[in-house]
């Protein structure tokens, strides 16, 4: 295996709120290799937006901070470095599209405006070459008439087109990592396929490594090579992506996949009711000792409530945070 | 016309709802057509499913049933009362029969009342009981969709996502309706509560008898929940079955796109390429093309398609609207 692109190790992010102070990241570890796609699945307040603030170094400082941990890109060192370093990586290095593409685009530049600006910025291209890019990344991200579309403010273009739009902004100074943060979330189901054929074209003919952070597991399952589950601030589970979702070891990984209802080509004419996980996710000032699951476990032990259960390599590198499970 | 008349809670004829037209400020406004001549009936104690994409109409079909846009045309019945010839007061009273659930829990409850007051309001507005029966009532309703009745103390920032939605289907049943029309109920809440709230609301249904009409775009959760489902594309309904056949033998080239795109658990990475594939979006409901409305996209269209519009056929309870089904062509 080829040494990992990006390498987050370790990292802790607290945060102070009324309530206390909260761990929001718990030495969350993650990897991914130039042409891989690593998901990041768990529900919301998991921690998976968090760890995609950390990378970019955007984690809003106070009330948060990254206490410890390190976050490598291609063996550079990320944390600590002074913000106008970090601002070079952003976007040059490490691309990133967010869930919104309307509030993330600016209402008042036209889309090849923003696309060249990135450019110019990091590149120093001049104005003329920087368009000349920004309608070649359209044309990649296969948005029709890019010459003419490159003149249209965002509003003039639908929400599957507006997220075309902030790939081809992440991508146009060719960054060697992509984050995405729940890209498709937003959009309709046949939108939502177009996007993921077009992240998966960019890997395959760009070798850029992609974080895809989702909520879905059928995402995962389409798009990603490995996988990481996320719970309250730590990753409880993380492998190959076949692996997992066959054999999901974690209490929760299961209950994740067994919750939803998931579209059967042949559906059984009888209904069994979904697999519930019982209870919410708990507050992070309120975590307790033991594993933060715990509470909402059914193969729950003793020790569960007593101490938190290390990130542990079952077998084939698949690694679970789980007492019942090691046992 | 499907499903069986006499039993149905609700059936809703060629239903439609335009927006605009007419002369504005600045000359003849656009007419959306939202909805665009629908027709269904869903039998008491079922669950009908309307999936779509964005402005496929699906919810202004659920707000028109609820006679909370203007119909522009069409008759929705409701047991024996024609719901869309009501007025005034008459409406207002027929309003007890049928209730809706929001997709938004965290917009759809009012943020100044505690919990029991929101569930008790439709009761108050409606004048049903006395105050005691009333705060009976509320008490029963907690319970049943898994509430604490001191909860009804709390105001709804106090209530997780998944709880706010309790609380939106507790004053759903408040009333005692016949039919519940869920606009997206659970599209808003985390995966692990999405299951809390299905569960619910079967249970309920077992319970009550209640009717549901069901709008979502996730097909996952409306093959799981819906007995009979209707697919819509740009106001019309362009194929309709029950559950195991619409998933089954899918006919309409939209229906098969649609299931093609949802991310499978069960599929491999490399099965992906070799499924259909819809490319761009939907024309605009302002300038309809004057056939088929999914012509501009299908990947199978002939000329034919681009000059008339297909009705929506009947066979053997599966509704399709498609030229090249049933002709041995598809």
Known sequence: MSAPLLDIDGIVVDFSTRAGDARVLDHVSLDVAEGEILGIVGESGCGKSMTALSIMGLVPQPPGRLTSGSIRLAGRELVGLPESELCDIRGKEIGMIFQEPMSSLNPVLTVGEQIAESVRLHEGASPRAAMARAVEMLRAVEIPEADLRAKAYPHQLSGGMRQRVMIAIA???RPRVLIADEPTTALDATVQAQIFDLLQDLQRDMGTAIVLITHDMGAVAELADRVAVMYAGRVVEKGAVGTVLSDPRHPYTRGLIACVPHLEPDPPAVRAPLLEIPGVVPALTDLGRGCAFAPR???????CDAEKPPLEAMDGGHLTACWVARA | MSGDARNSALTVEGLKV???GGRGLLGARPTVHAVDGVSFSVPAGR?????GESGSGKTTTALAVMRLVPLT???VTLGDTVVSELEGEALRAARRQFQIVFQDPYSSLDPRKRAGEIVREPLDLMRIGTRAERDAKVAELFGQVGLRPEQRALFPHQFSGGQRQRLGLARALSTEPDLIVCDEPVSALDVAIQAQI????ARLQRELGLTYLFISHDLGVVQH????????YLGQIVEQADRVTLFRDPQHPYT??????VPSVHGARADRRARLRLKGDPPSPVNLPPGCRFASRCPVAEPRCHREAPPLVERGGHRCACWLVGSGEN
């Open chain 1, 171 to 173: 991508l146009a100074c």
């Open chain 1, 297 to 303: 476990c059914g193969s729950r032990i003793a020790r």
């Open chain 2, 18 to 20: 335009h927006f605009g």
């Open chain 2, 47 to 51: 669950t009908f499913g309307i999936v």
């Open chain 2, 73 to 75: 045309d069409g008759r």
């Open chain 2, 198 to 201: 299905l569960n619910l609301m």
């Open chain 2, 225 to 232: 929940i819906c007995d009979e489902i209707a697919v819509m």
């Open chain 2, 256 to 261: 098969k796109a649609l299931l093609a795109a």
